[in-house]
């Protein structure tokens, strides 16, 4: 069992499931089954996954002054996750909001309003007090996580990150988290380049531990620093795809999980890549997780292992 500090955003999400997209205009549409609102956000979701695989979860953010903790407790107890939130403060003057609009295919468009979330500041105090006996400290690179750098550093704590785009109006802002980070995760949802081009700039400017490469139907890439190999590994299959909005969380956060647990990188992603291909098999970004004994049961399926 792991232990772990995620600092990162929760917020309200819709999911929206549409024929096409761009969008054709209509003035009016009643779908059965199509519109899905619950609680998520990459540090949520990341939170609860590891939960679900047994960690010890320390999930740092911050909810609108109005939002009661109950709000994300029931949610928790639908979804039978032990995820404390006494780190989850009421310091927002609205609530991060966000509306996806997504294909079967893994096709998406998103809509995102944060609020002030990008203003207001965490609890120092609070940080630096839980990260002294983890093992891993998860972040993303939203303004309220930046104390987390130092404060890894001086309690030499590794530092995941999830950083989604590398776009390069994406990261004019993000260069502190990445060069801090010691595995770092990328989607090529808006990759501009070559997945392996992106691999190579990473490691050459920040120098990280691993990088994962999350590439949708096509798998992930993961580099490794200590050999300098970089490996494609393809999807696997347990289920029918539904929606691949969350996938980026739930790949990273069980990779973390065992690779903190084993420390072998290529095992780890083999699990991660079971981990994510059943939760993309439901509907919102916060449930759909496998435990422990189920991936071993598909893994020895899978791979004959």
């Not at 960690?55 to 404390?84: C, G, P, T």
């Not at 003057?93 to 500041?121: A, C, H, N, W």
């Not at 049961?297 to 004959?304: D, F, G, P, S, V």
Request: proline share 3%; net charge negative; hydrophobic share 40%.
């Amino acid at each position: 069992m792991g232990k772990f500090m995620v600092a990162g955003f929760v917020q309200f999400e819709t999911i929206v499931k549409v024929d096409d997209l761009p969008l054709p205009y209509k003035e009016f549409e009643s779908i059965p089954e199509t519109i899905n609102t619950d609680i998520g956000g990459a540090g949520f979701n990341e939170a609860m996954a590891l939960r679900w695989l047994g960690d010890e979860v320390d999930f740092m953010s911050m909810v609108a002054k109005n939002m009661s903790r109950s709000q994300i407790h029931a949610y928790l107890e639908k979804n039978e996750v032990n995820l404390s939130t006494d780190y989850v403060l009421q310091k927002l003057d609205g609530m991060p909001t966000s509306v996806v609009l997504y294909k079967t295919s893994g096709k998406k468009q998103i809509f995102e309003d944060v609020k002030d979330i990008r203003t207001v500041e965490y609890d120092f105090d609070l940080f630096e007090r839980q990260i002294q006996d983890k093992d891993m400290v998860l972040i993303s690179n939203c303004n309220f996580c930046r104390p987390v750098l130092a404060l890894a550093k001086k309690y030499n704590k590794p530092i995941a990150l999830n950083v989604r785009s590398m776009r390069a109006e994406k990261i004019a802002n993000k260069a502190d988290f990445l060069a801090a980070a010691d595995i770092v995760y990328i989607s090529d949802d808006d990759l501009e380049g070559d997945p392996y081009d992106c691999i190579n700039e990473c490691r050459k400017k920040y120098d990280p531990e691993i990088i994962i490469m999350g590439m949708g139907d096509r798998g992930v890439i993961l580099y490794m620093r200590e050999d300098n190999s970089v490996i494609e590994y393809k999807p696997v299959k347990t289920y029918e795809v539904v929606n691949t909005v969350g996938a980026g969380n739930a790949i990273f956060s069980s990779f973390l999980h065992y690779y903190v647990k084993t420390k072998d990188a290529r095992d780890a992603i083999k699990n991660a890549l079971l981990f994510v291909s059943y939760k993309i098999s439901f509907v919102g970004t916060s449930n759909g997780f496998m435990t422990e004994e189920q991936i071993e049961q598909w893994r020895k399926l899978i791979w004959k292992e």
